[in-house]
Structures are given as structure tokens and as C-alpha cells.
């Protein structure tokens, strides 16, 4: 059956692979973004390039029109004065622009630990727009609870560069899931290909395997053939960075707020009762052709 699909946020990391494999599958994508020229290789694959803020109702209820399903991503910003509103806002707009146009089904991105209000930082802001699109009637819903991506590992890259070791405020032992963006992608296109979920759902991707800091140090050690050392900042010291780099204060001290929760509660996993998948891409591929490299720039220049 060949369905019309609005992929949100289709020139980041998880759309464009959807994207991609929507078009190569035979169906109809409507690609959304902000910048033409970064939508130009999907609309020439074939996909229908919407350019337009995420945040626009009217936008948005033009590109679910007549549409079988969408993949929602809040992509959130650095730059935002209060990050959770925005973010929530954002979710309102695709709640009443789903509801306005009787969207059949939706793939929300959302993350682990969204089920528990005591998670704080972005978990939060997820959970915030599970609620409101939870509160659609004849929409059904699936909110893949995506672990961390591997790529976060870049925001300790400065820090780590400077103090030659993998700098973090993460507690160094505390537990958590993580997976590759082509993983949650791929988890993502899965449930958008079935359809095969009613109601309010909710699914986990798992990391391939339970992950620490100290663990990524030392696998980063062992392909590096030196050892990298696991340092833990001083959360004021990480948020301070981060707006020296540019970034406002709000986003910083969120992101830290999800740092202390890892910290705090390890592993944020929903009862057992809670769907779940795993993630089959080893972390240490990632360090390899990705982190590592980074990582050594320093040395080079």
C-alpha cells in the first residue's frame, strides 16, 4: 500500500534515514525543514520539500493534510530563552494541527524516562509532550522512547580535548541505555512501515548493551592504545562552558538537569510491563569511526 508520510525535522540525523528508506519503499514523504538547500537531496530523491518553522500551526496542518501517518521530532533549540515552553508549544502545535486534519497515526520521538515526572532536564520536556498527545481523540499514537544518542557524547568532546581525558558531569558509574541515531531511525521507520499500534503506546529502544562513562573510557582506551582517564566537571563548570560556547543558559542548565538524572537514577527503564527493543550497533563502532578522531583533532592541529 503505498501512504503519504510527513517526516518532521527530515535533514536531522533519525528523519533523514526515515526519509530515505520511506522513498526507497515506494512511498510519498513530505520532508519538513527550515533550510532548502538542506532539503534539496531528499526532494531530489523524490520527497515533496516543505520549508517552514515546526512551530507554525498553519504550516504544519498544510503538511498533515490528506497524510497516513507522521514522524513528530521537537528538535528544541540552543538558543532558546525558556527551552520547555518551546518545546511544549511545539508539541500543542502538532496536537491541534493532528486533530484539525484527522492525522491517522503518529510516531512521536520521545525518550526514556518520560513516563516518570520525577526525571528531569529533557526527559521532561518529552514527557510534556507525550501528555498533550495523549490528550488526542482517534489519533493513534506511539511515543518511541529513544535512549541517549551516541552523538552526545560530542558535547564533553571540548572539555575532553583540553583535559586529555573523557570530561563529564555525569556520575562515571551511573547506568544508562544509548544508541546510535541510525538505531532509534531504524526503530522509528519500523513502526511507521507496520502501523500496528492502537491507542496511546509507548515503546523503549534499549542500548545494546548498559553503558557508564567509565566504561566508555575504557573501551576508548583500549582502540585508542592509551589510556583516556573518565574525569567527572562541576555541573556550574559544564553549564558555564557551554554558554561561553554559545549557548543560553536555559538549554545548559536543562541538559545538566538530565545529566544529574542519569546520575541520580541510573538506568530510567518503565516496569517490565513496558514494550521494548533493542539497539544492535556496538557503542565501540561509534568511538572507532566517530568520537575517537574527534577527539584526536586536537593533537593534529
Known sequence: VKRTYVITAATGRTGSHIARALLKAGHLVRALGRDADRLKPLVELGAEGFVGELSDELFIRR??????????????GHDARDFRREFADTGSVYAQAAEARSLPAVVFLSTIGAHDDRYRGFILTHGDVEHVLNKLKGVNILHLRAPKFSENLFYFLPASQAADALVTPLDPDAQFDMAHSKDIGEAALQRLLALDFEGNTSV???????????IIAERLSQIAGRNIAVRKALRQDDIEAMVMAGMQRDFSTLINDTWDTFSRFGLLRAPTAQASIRATSPIDDFLRADFLPAFNHREAA
Do not use: I, K
Open 63 to 76: 503538511s498533515f493534510d490528506g497524510a497516513d501517518a507522521a514522524y513528530l521530532v521537537v528538535p528544541g
Open 204 to 214: 523503549e529502544l534499549h542500548g545494546r548493551e548498559v553503558l557508564t562513562m567509565r
